[in-house]
């Protein structure tokens, strides 16, 4: 059984050259950041959106082999997905789910087959998608309950939501807080730097204030959105959850959003099956 204060990362990134300019071995550097932080497991996204990033499913899937903190999510186009048995077979050969990217126009994921939908099942599905494209999705979202969905990003609201009102923060996060009610879908408290680039993201409270408020601390998930937010945030706070949020919160709600709910998907996608590489 997973201790209640092991720690897990919601969102990162590997590739096979890194992400940042200056070649510094990313793989090595996570590993430092992770050992240090407490860090035992973490969902690595997977990305293939433009030819830089050709082959990232296949790197991340073999990293998984070689690591055992590596939880791999297969990257998959919205606007052509592949076939529902390509999907299962993309569990079975080791992901422990999908990454999605979802625009706000063109192919959405209601647009994919009631077959492409119930192949999802079991796995869990990462969400990059903002206000917009969350809303598209909708219907798909709703239908998808033996899925674990994690949207990524608090909903991606962009930097107009710094330092904005509550109710008007509500109002531009309305179709990720419509999600809410639906217990399969969780948030992502991660790319903060969006909103607010400056640390600690204070000018964030007001829409972390809200999901928390609509989702609960049992269905919100840290992630340090490594590497990129390497570009954003000093070394020493890429892997910290910043106190204004924690102030107030049991240890036991402490506990779930720094890695306590994402330990609890992955044990269920395990109890599944499909992952033992």
Known sequence: ????????????????????????????????????AGVTAALVVGYEGGPRFAGNNAHILALSRQLDWVRPTAFVDVAAPPSPAALRGMREDGFVGWSVYLPAEGPSLSDWSSDHLAA??????????????????????????????????????????????????????????TLAPLEHIAVKLSGLYAIDP?????????????????????????????SPVASEVAPSDLMVVPEWILAGLSPSETDAIRGGTLHRHLAHVDSIGGTDA
């Open 120 to 177: 999802l099942a079991g796995g869990i599905l990462s969400v990059n998608a903002s206000p917009v494209a969350l809303d598209r999705a909708q219907g798909a979202l709703g239908t998808i309950t033996d899925t674990r969905v994690l949207v990524s990003h608090l909903g991606l609201p962009g930097s107009t939501a710094c330092d904005t009102d509550i109710a008007t923060v509500r109002g531009m996060l309305a179709p990720l807080l």
């Open 198 to 226: 400056s640390y600690p993201h204070a000018g964030a409270r007001t829409t972390v204030e809200a999901v928390l408020d609509a989702f609960g601390t049992d269905r919100i998930v840290w992630g340090s959105d490594f």
């Open 1 to 36: 059984m997973t201790p209640s204060h092991a720690r897990a990362d919601a969102h990162m990134h590997l590739f096979r050259d890194g992400f940042l300019e200056g070649g510094r071995d990313e793989l090595a550097w996570y590993e430092e950041l992770r050992a240090a």
